[in-house]
């Protein structure tokens, strides 16, 4: 059985650990490549989780009231140029230009699911947030403001004046 970090050790439920694909620069010779990463993530309480994604940048951290949201934190601080040039892309069904998690639809707390939403169209499929992607979906890949764009036409069509009474 695999170690697992110290800061799961003290923790209610037991921590999951998986491996994650990751695309982002070679410190040494610069050159972009696909990396295999590690995600960690163990519910604190019945609301919250607590994250940390592994990878040549070393260890990203969060809490969040769900996986796809705490992924979601992760990745905006690794997807921001300022910090990563290029940024690094953690290469999940989760990161899905069309995929969020709505919750109450598949899956409640802790969110490991997150349903793909096509303007126009009632959601019926859901993806597991931390599963790599496959060949074929790379090109559905989006960062977190294509994602958050994307739900936001979604949710329109379905409610007019959806967000902030129809400002977004």
Do not use: C
């Amino acid at each position: 059985m695999e170690e697992l970090p110290e800061w799961t050790k003290d923790g209610e439920f037991p921590a999951i650990s998986r491996n994650i694909p990751l695309y982002g620069k070679d410190p040494e010779s610069g050159k972009e490549q696909v990396w295999v990463g590690r995600v960690v993530w163990q519910a604190v309480n019945a609301k919250e989780i607590k994250m940390a994604v592994y990878g040549p940048f070393g260890r990203k951290m969060t809490t969040a009231d769900s996986v796809f949201s705490a992924l979601g934190y992760i990745r905006m601080e690794l997807e921001h140029r300022d910090n990563y040039d290029p940024p690094w892309k953690v290469l999940v069904k989760g990161a899905r230009r069309d995929a969020w998690h709505v919750g109450h639809l598949v899956s409640i707390f802790p969110g490991e699911r997150a349903e793909i939403l096509v303007p126009g169209e009632k959601a019926t499929e859901s993806v597991d947030v931390l599963e790599m992607l496959d060949p074929d979906e790379m090109p559905k890949w989006g960062n977190v403001q294509e994602q958050m764009k994307n739900s936001l036409e979604y949710f329109r069509r379905f409610t007019p004046g959806f967000g902030a009474g129809g400002a977004l």
